[in-house]
């Protein structure tokens, strides 16, 4: 059946979004692992936040579907099939990736309660309790909100209508691959759940994906769609670590160990592809030039804010001066990537470090230009740790339009990580 016809299915009943647990980023499954044996009884909220408060998604969503779809998320547990995956499948070249102890609990989980509230045209949607289990909301929960808010405008339109609509979509992704094809060598894994169109033009944009770039296309970061599509399973950390490890320091030169002592535990735990630093929760500047030196031994870094160019570039010279070759490390540039943006950064940056890409909200999501109004355009909806045993968690970034936390904090962080002025960058998704 093609996807047209099944969008418009969509219309008759009550259809869940989200239909396993690792319907998630494979990153989420890793850093879980770590937080169960390193930090689990640390009580965490995640809360969400829409960075794009244009998009009314209170107006949008009818929070009785938005409730029912949550909780149904609440009564998933993992499938045998999903089990023996995870537990005997290869990742990153490594067997039982996933240890028994961790298997075992996760076998057992069941999502935590949410706490939802509509404030005018906005929901407040958190999540509380023990962070390996609440980190587990986040994927899921940003899922739900941005389908739903995908049906809402495609709810409106008729059958034909949807079809044109897919088919022009198909067609403006099908020739941003023909560009790609152009320039042998680009390596892409699809970074797109948290902020996709809807599952069903994720898992069809993976298809895509590996028709149109063979081996150049290296997997995806979404677990299910890895396992039904015997892919990849691409991803490694991300900022919840540094930012939960930072908000449970207790004094200021704590609080500057916070970021290393992440990856001091990530160390320990994983080798290979999976050491791959991520610097700029804090600044990426201050951070390379305080890190240890067994960190310039990792295999590679991954750009996700500020300007791309200047984080590689940086990363150049930093594995330089620690005397480690920049063409045998790993630079991934994942910040708000789109096909001409990717072809520029592979260009500048080729035969100069091993260069790989994410490509996230624009590969699943670009519906830009495609309705009136631009009503399918994709927005920044984020869900965040914003708090870790009663302490506010911070995110200063190298683009201070990602900042978070409360103002005071973000002093006393920008103090102790000593980040000075910072290049304000457009949050394109």
């Known amino acids: 059946m093609e996807i047209a016809t099944r969008v418009w299915n969509h219309k008759w009943k009550i259809d869940p979004i989200v239909r396993s647990l690792i319907d998630t980023d494979f990153y ?4 879980c692992q770590s937080v169960f044996h390193n930090r689990r009884n640390v009580k965490v909220t995640f809360s969400l936040i829409n960075r794009s408060r244009h998009v009314p998604l209170a107006k949008l969503i009818d929070e009785g579907e938005l409730r029912e779809q949550l909780d149904h998320i609440r009564s998933l547990s993992l499938t045998r099939g999903e089990s023996t995956w995870l537990r005997g499948n290869t990742f990153y070249g490594k067997r039982q990736m996933f240890r028994s102890d961790f298997m075992e609990w996760f076998e057992k989980l069941r999502l935590p309660p949410y706490f939802l509230e509509r404030v005018g045209d906005q929901y407040e949607l958190t999540f509380e309790g023990s962070w390996p289990e609440v980190m587990l909301w986040e994927i899921p929960a940003l899922a739900v909100l941005m389908e739903l808010r995908s049906r809402a405008v495609l709810n409106d339109m008729k059958k034909f209508e949807l079809q044109v609509l897919y088919a022009r979509a198909a ?9 790609l094809r152009e320039q042998p060598g680009v390596k892409i894994a699809d970074f797109g759940t948290r ?20 081996e150049n296309f290296t997997g995806t970061s979404n677990c299910l769609i890895a396992k039904n599509r015997d892919l990849e399973a691409i991803g490694t950390n991300a900022h919840e670590l540094p930012m939960v490890y930072a908000a449970l320091a207790q004094d200021d ?14 160390h320990q735990e994983h080798e290979g592809n999976l050491r791959i630093i991520l610097p700029d929760t804090y600044g990426t500047e201050g951070f390379l030039e305080r890190a240890p030196d067994w960190l310039a031994g990792w295999t590679g870094i991954r750009i996700d804010s500020g300007a791309p160019e200047q984080g590689a570039e940086a990363a150049i010279a930093w594995w330089k001066a620690r005397g480690e070759d920049p063409t045998r490390k790993l630079v991934i540039f994942s910040d708000g990537l789109d096909v001409e943006k990717i072809l520029e950064l592979y260009r500048k940056f080729q035969g100069r470090v091993r260069v790989s890409f994410g490509w996230g909200t624009l590969l699943t999501n670009d519906f830009r230009g495609l309705t009136a109004d631009d009503r399918l355009a994709p927005f920044s909806l984020v869900c965040k740790a914003v708090s870790a045993d009663g302490h506010p968690t911070v995110k200063l970034s190298d683009n201070p339009n990602k900042a978070m936390g409360p103002a005071a904090e973000i002093e006393r962080y920008k103090r102790v990580f000593r980040v000075g002025e910072q290049e304000r960058r457009d949050v394109v998704v």
């Not at 989420?28 to 850093?31: A, E, V």
């Open 195 to 214: 902020r996709r169109h809807s599952f069903l033009w994720q898992d069809w944009c993976v298809q895509a994906m590996t028709e149109g770039l063979g």
């Open 171 to 179: 067609t403006k992704l099908w020739e941003k691959i023909e560009r």
């Open 28 to 31: 989420k499954l890793l850093m």
């Open 253 to 266: 030169a704590a609080l500057a160990r916070a970021p290393y002592d992440v990856l001091a535990d990530w």
